[in-house]
Every structure is written in C-alpha cells, then in structure tokens.
Antibody, heavy 118, light 107 residues
C-alpha cells in the first residue's frame, strides 16, 4: 500500500529557511516522479514543484522559483523541499504526491503545516 | 500558464440526485485533465485522470468527459460521502494548474 508521510513543518519567521521531507513506502520509489502541492488556509490547491524519478528534470511554480528546491534520495525513499527566503504567503499545508506520467498525482500524503510569521 | 475556471463555486444537491461540475480551460488541453475530491482536514484523492479514466477504487457513479477547453465531472447519484470540494487539474504544459474548486454541499 502506497504511503507518503510528510514532516518538517512548523512556525518560521519571514526570510528564514525550512526543509520539508516526504517518506515514501509501499511502492518502487525510484520509478516515480514526485510533486509538492500546497494549500493555504481556507484556499484551494496550488501546485509547487515536481521532480522526475531520476532527478533529471524539475519544474516550479513561478512564485517559488529561485527560493525553493526539490531533491530526492532514491536510496532512502525520501523526497525533499528546501524552502528559503520564506514569505508570509508561503503559509500553507504542504502535500507530497506520487506522480503518474508527469500528468497527475495518484497518491498523496496527509500534509505538513508551514506557518510563516514573525 | 493555463488557467482553469470551475463552475458553479457551490452546488447544493440532495442525496440521490445527479451533480454536474464544470471545468473550463483558458486554452485547449490535450488529454491531461484530472479531477480530485477533498474533504475537510483530508488530503485530496484522485478520482479521474486523462479526462475520463477512473482511478483505482473509484465508484462507477463518478464519470468524466469533455475535450478541448470544456470538461465535466458527473456524479450520477450522490451518496452522503460525496459531499466535498472537487478540483480539476491540467498538465498540458507546465506549470501544472488546479481550478479553484467546486463545493458540493447538502441541499
């Protein structure tokens, strides 16, 4: 059974950094791309970034380009989101999702909450 | 960037009735259109991908259709557990984008 468990969220001051982790199990992690999707309180879903199964390609939403970086460790079945220069509007629940054919997410974690506040 | 618009914003339906949700794209989307369901406090769940293919374990009362810029999610007979927010999503090109959602609530 596919399981994705996010961690690393918390309260952080504007301008600071945070790294989110997503632990994957129940499937062959190295065969799948992975996404980060976020949801601000009371708002809709916003796609953040994707990383190819082998780390060869990555894409980001415009608002995080140059600040956020995705990475993965296929030997440990881990997926990461490094968030730098955090802003108030980065406050959200961050979900990791398993990619299918770089077109959609077929499995999701339960999310980790990031609050950016002074 | 492809912008997705969903209508209506809220749909009030009685259990057992049919619900029809619309998703319109700002430009033509090939076939990479998906639908998700989200309940309060829960992660999204994939319902439909490639416009009309049901994800694993999704009941047959959920169906997707459409082409070009206009897409529809139909729930043929609403069950109590179907009251939720529904999002469409495209990946015809990057960035991947979601619609703003349609809330289906109990009439």
């Amino acid at each position: 059974q596919v399981q994705l468990v996010e961690s690393g969220g918390g309260v952080v001051q504007p301008g600071r950094s945070l790294r989110l982790s997503c632990a994957a199990s129940g499937f062959t992690f190295r065969n799948h791309g992975m996404h980060w999707v976020r949801q601000a309180p009371g708002k809709g879903l916003e796609w953040v970034a994707v990383l190819w199964y082998d780390g060869s390609q990555q894409y980001y939403v415009e608002s995080v380009k140059g600040r956020f970086t995705v990475s993965r460790d296929n030997s440990r079945n881990m997926f990461y989101l490094q968030m730098n220069s955090l802003r108030d509007d980065d406050t959200a629940v961050y979900y990791c999702g398993r990619d299918q054919r770089s077109t959609h997410c077929d499995s999701w974690g339960q999310g980790t909450l990031v609050i950016v506040s002074s | 960037e492809i912008v997705l618009t969903q209508s209506p914003a809220t749909l009030s339906v009685s259990p057992g009735e049919r619900a029809t949700l619309s998703c319109r794209a700002s430009q033509s989307v090939s076939s990479y259109l998906a639908w998700y369901q989200q309940k309060p406090g829960q992660a999204p769940r994939l319902l439909i991908y490639d416009i009309s293919k049901r994800a694993t374990g999704i009941p047959a009362r959920f169906s997707g259709s459409g082409s070009g810029t206009d897409f529809t999610l139909t729930i043929s007979s609403l069950e109590p557990e179907d009251f939720a927010v529904y999002y469409c999503q495209q990946r015809d090109n990057w960035p991947l984008t979601f619609g703003p959602g349609t809330k289906v609530d109990i009439k």
